[in-house]
């Protein structure tokens, strides 16, 4: 089991910044990948970006990319998204997930643990 808890959402101005953190507990953390998702209200959860094992490599929805930074740091059992530009469109819960399946890292059914999900508004 791993146990995944999300922190550092919150209210925001359109174009402000927020950063994520997602900590780990339980089996080794560096033994997965970590993926964020997100869901707003009425909609399907969506991929937002994820990392391997050992952060060499990273993976960005069309949305996040050029705005949007995830990185880990395995001594901590963390894993973080720094979201900068944020709009309005960003409005959602973010949740992270382990992913312990192989395929594509966009696919929420990869994913095996889940946090409990944290608040972004975006809003003026």
């Known amino acids: 089991q791993v146990q995944l808890v999300e922190s550092g959402g919150g209210l925001v101005q359109p174009g402000g910044s927020l950063r994520l953190s997602c900590a780990a507990s339980g089996r080794t953390f560096s033994n997965y990948a970590m993926g964020w998702f997100r869901q707003a209200p009425g909609k399907e959860r969506e991929f937002v970006a994820a990392?391997?094992?050992?952060?060499?490599?990273?993976y960005y929805a069309d949305s996040a990319k050029g705005r949007f930074t995830i990185s880990r740091d395995n001594a901590k059992n963390t894993v973080y998204l720094q979201m900068d530009s944020l709009k309005p469109t960003d409005t959602a819960v973010y949740y992270c997930a382990a992913k312990s399946r192989s395929g594509s890292y966009d696919r929420s059914d990869k994913y095996t643990y889940w946090g409990q999900g944290t608040q972004v508004t975006v809003s003026s």
């Open positions: 990392i391997s094992w050992s952060g060499i490599n990273t």
